[in-house]
């Protein structure tokens, strides 16, 4: 092997860089350090331009970097990238199935192209057909089923040769609530059997559910990393909601909910609600909830929740930055060539100091 897998690692990388003629700076990846480890779901997320779809081609061997190494599976991208592309599976954000075929015959016929035997390819495309709950439809042609089978077919044709390393960018994009929560299940599935997913997403809900850890990129670099509790835990503490049924009460109830907080109280004006942040949950909420009757303010609604992964995304990367794709080639507005959509779940912020993510 061009270089060894580090112990209990399926993709490794150490300082990938990758630059583009013409890009904005901070566009591609400016030293990029990842440790993902085997049979476990690490979620790539980052506002257009941070770098995960450059990050995904280079480890895929769809990209060559201009300097740093990675392995994935344990062979080095570069030097063995055949070796890699065996050991891999990669599904892209919209289903490369063929609608006139049926589900069964796409399976086969990717088993095929696979180099798989006619019976061989079969028997794989009925597995995997009854592994994502897809045999009674599998005689149907696939321009019948709904955006969450279609997602399902697609994970099962990456799979007609078992890959021990799956890419998957952008899973759920377009589907409704339950074509979601379809495509979730069946990548836990792939996890609980071994397989390890790199899995890029604009959704933090998504990431929060698959991830069992979670890599934050901006402007090509590694921001922040953990499980989505620890990301949770770094902005310190639980938060309190309080809407209200009166605009102006507003002040006021910013003014008693500064008492009790433990950072910035926030104010969204337009929905009258304060999101407070507290060290102390049962504590503060009591006290806030008595001030506010003492001062005969009577909400709509008080929430005491966790922080959520948008919050940790926002405090990360900031409310303003460039808003282009990864590829430089992209319009800007979250379209970019050949009509690959990737809308943005933030604006960037600027290259923060590297940190190495383990996985």
Sequence with gaps: MGQDARAGSAIVA??????????????????????????????????NGAGKTTAVRILSTLLRPDAGRASVAGFDVRAEAGRVRERIGLVGQYAAVDEILSGRQNLVMFGRLNHLPAAHARRRADELLERF??????????????GGMRRRLDLAASLVVAPPVLFVDEPTTGLDPAGRRQVWAAVRDLVDSGTTVLLTT???EEADRLADRIVMLTAGRV?????????????GGDRIDVVLADAGDVETARVLAARVAS??????????????PVSERTRALVALVTALGDAGIEPVDV??????????????TGDDGNRAGDDPRSTGDGTGPAGDDRGAIAPAAPA????R???
Excluded: M, W
């Design 303 to 316: 929430t005491l929740r966790r922080p959520t992964l948008d919050e940790v995304f926002l405090h990360l």
């Design 357 to 359: 993510a383990s996985v």
């Design 223 to 235: 921001v922040a990393e953990g499980t989505p509790e620890e990301l949770k835990s770094a902005l």
């Design 133 to 146: 709950s897809l045999t009674d439809a599998g005689s149907r042609p696939v321009g019948g089923y709904s």
């Design 263 to 276: 950072g910035e109280v926030r104010v969204d004006a337009g929905s009258r609600r304060i999101g407070v």
């Design 14 to 47: 150490d300082g990938l860089r990758k630059g583009y003629a013409g890009a904005p700076p901070g566009a591609g990846l400016n030293g990029f350090d990842l440790e993902v480890a085997t049979g476990t779901v690490c979620g790539l997320l980052g506002p």
């Design 352 to 355: 923060a100091p590297d940190r």
């Design 202 to 204: 604009q959704y933090l």
